[in-house]
């Protein structure tokens, strides 16, 4: 049987900073690290609960990392989810809101909950920045004197809509027993170890939580500004590249959950470019696992357009199984370069036999 991951704790807004209490309400503060402006806080509505000091609701505070010609940035403000990514001058994720950016979230079937990495729904420019809602991030470190630099981070997440659990725009909800994080780790080496200077990172989404006997995880998706909208899904034991044409593809697992289109189980990868052509610039995104497949959407059509901006396009490794209690892992290799070169990556992670669990 499943165990429910359900809230224990409603928490509303204050501007007094709540005192440190146990690990069962540990007020996370970034080691290294102080609230740079005065900020809201979570505090305990009621005798029990957690409370977890924050930063500002509106302003970034973000940690990067370089390496194989990539440079990413977390932000430790909304959950320490992964907020930019640069490559040969350009910024590829979009950021207008909390449910965007590159982000793990769980679905633990429960009814329709969503844990969210970096915040809730109340996470929208326009709310301001004392009623935002990211969510706490509990944990960070960084290494970058090594030839694959890399980030650890976790978060307490909150519920998407925290309506569902009797909550609002004042009363977020959190889980303080579960964490969603990541070690992000840039010019990855892999298994012969030869140092490349390539733009191809892992990103392994780890989760702690209570046992879950069958959810869905974004393992993680990625939003991306909305000139990155020309899709492909290319099929490594073949080698064969497919332009999708559709503006919205849920390219699953052959053990079919209703989506419109499908593939094998076994390695797989998409491309979403900015452009056609070998020469375009894309972001590519790997996996193989036979519980995993993709899900693209496009929302790039518009006029509000930028990291900031309304349009976007999405990627989405879609994972459905089981989560082990403690700690579950996931790994998902990401890619900045032309297609061309991330056709040629994808060849030797698959030559290498990879695999995501």
Same mark, same amino acid.
Request: proline share 7%.
């Given at each position: 049987?499943?165990?429910s991951v359900?809230p224990n704790v409603k928490?509303?807004?204050s501007?007094?900073?709540?005192?440190?209490?146990?690990?069962?309400?540990?007020?996370?503060l970034?080691?290294?690290?102080?609230h %740079?402006k005065?900020?809201?806080?979570?505090?305990?509505?009621?005798?029990a609960?957690?409370g977890?000091?924050l930063?500002s609701?509106?302003d +970034?505070v973000?940690?990067?990392?370089?390496?194989?010609?990539? =440079?990413?940035k977390?932000?430790l403000?909304a959950?320490?989810a $992964?907020?930019?990514?640069?490559?040969n001058?350009?910024q590829f *994720?979009?950021?207008?809101?909390?449910?965007?950016q590159v982000? #793990?979230?769980l679905?633990p079937?429960?009814?329709?909950s969503a =844990?969210?990495e970096?915040g809730d729904v109340?996470? #929208?420019?326009?709310?301001?920045?004392?009623?935002?809602?990211?969510?706490?991030?509990?944990a960070?470190?960084?290494?970058? &004197?090594?030839?694959?630099?890399r980030q650890?981070?976790?978060?307490?997440?909150?519920e998407?809509?925290?309506?569902?659990?009797?909550g609002? +725009?004042?009363?977020?909800?959190?889980?303080?027993?579960v964490?969603l994080?990541?070690? $992000?780790? $840039?010019?990855?080496?892999?298994?012969?170890? #030869? !140092? @490349?200077n390539w733009?191809?990172a892992?990103?392994q989404t780890?989760?702690n939580?209570p046992a879950?006997? %069958?959810?869905?995880v974004?393992a993680?998706t990625g939003?991306?500004?909305? !000139?990155f909208?020309?899709y492909y899904h290319?099929?490594p034991?073949?080698?064969?590249l /497919?332009?999708?044409?559709?503006?919205? *593809?849920?390219? *699953?697992?052959? @053990?079919? =959950?209703?989506?419109?289109?499908?593939? +094998?189980a076994g390695?797989r990868?998409v491309? =979403?470019?900015a452009? /056609?052509?070998?020469?375009?610039?894309?972001?590519g995104?790997y996996?193989?696992?036979?519980?995993?497949?993709?899900v693209?959407y496009?929302?790039?059509l518009g006029a509000?357009h930028g990291?900031?901006?309304?349009n976007?396009v999405?990627?989405? #490794?879609?994972?459905?199984? +089981?989560?082990s209690?403690?700690e579950? /892992?996931?790994? /998902?290799?990401i890619?900045t370069?032309t297609?061309?070169?991330i056709?040629?990556?994808m060849?030797? $992670?698959?030559?290498?036999?990879?695999? &995501?669990r």
């Amino acid at each position: 049987m499943s165990t429910s991951v359900g809230p224990n704790v409603k928490l509303t807004l204050s501007r007094t900073p709540p005192l440190a209490t146990t690990d069962a309400g540990t007020v996370a503060l970034v080691e290294g690290h102080v609230h %740079r402006k005065p900020s809201a806080y979570y505090v305990p509505d009621g005798a029990a609960g957690s409370g977890y000091a924050l930063f500002s609701g509106k302003d +970034p505070v973000l940690e990067p990392v370089s390496g194989g010609r990539v =440079l990413a940035k977390s932000n430790l403000a909304a959950g320490c989810a $992964l907020w930019e990514w640069w490559w040969n001058g350009f910024q590829f *994720i979009n950021d207008y809101d909390y449910g965007r950016q590159v982000q #793990v979230a769980l679905y633990p079937a429960d009814g329709g909950s969503a =844990l969210g990495e970096a915040g809730d729904v109340y996470g #929208v420019p326009s709310i301001g920045r004392n009623a935002r809602h990211p969510s706490p991030c509990t944990a960070f470190a960084a290494q970058r &004197s090594t030839s694959s630099p890399r980030q650890v981070t976790a978060a307490a997440p909150l519920e998407w809509c925290p309506e569902y659990y009797g909550g609002g +725009p004042d009363h977020p909800i959190v889980y303080p027993a579960v964490r969603l994080g990541k070690i $992000l780790i $840039l010019n990855w080496s892999g298994p012969d170890k #030869v !140092e @490349r200077n390539w733009p191809v990172a892992l990103f392994q989404t780890v989760i702690n939580s209570p046992a879950i006997q %069958r959810a869905t995880v974004e393992a993680p998706t990625g939003y991306l500004n909305s !000139e990155f909208n020309t899709y492909y899904h290319y099929d490594p034991a073949t080698r064969t590249l /497919t332009q999708d044409a559709l503006a919205e *593809i849920r390219a *699953i697992t052959a @053990r079919g =959950l209703g989506y419109n289109v499908k593939q +094998p189980a076994g390695p797989r990868a998409v491309i =979403l470019a900015a452009g /056609t052509g070998n020469a375009a610039t894309a972001m590519g995104i790997y996996i193989n696992d036979p519980n995993s497949g993709f899900v693209f959407y496009d929302g790039s059509l518009g006029a509000s357009h930028g990291q900031s901006g309304g349009n976007f396009v999405k990627w989405e #490794v879609h994972y459905d199984g +089981p989560i082990s209690a403690k700690e579950w /892992t996931y790994n /998902t290799w990401i890619m900045t370069d032309t297609v061309q070169n991330i056709l040629a990556d994808m060849n030797r $992670l698959y030559a290498w036999g990879v695999s &995501s669990r």
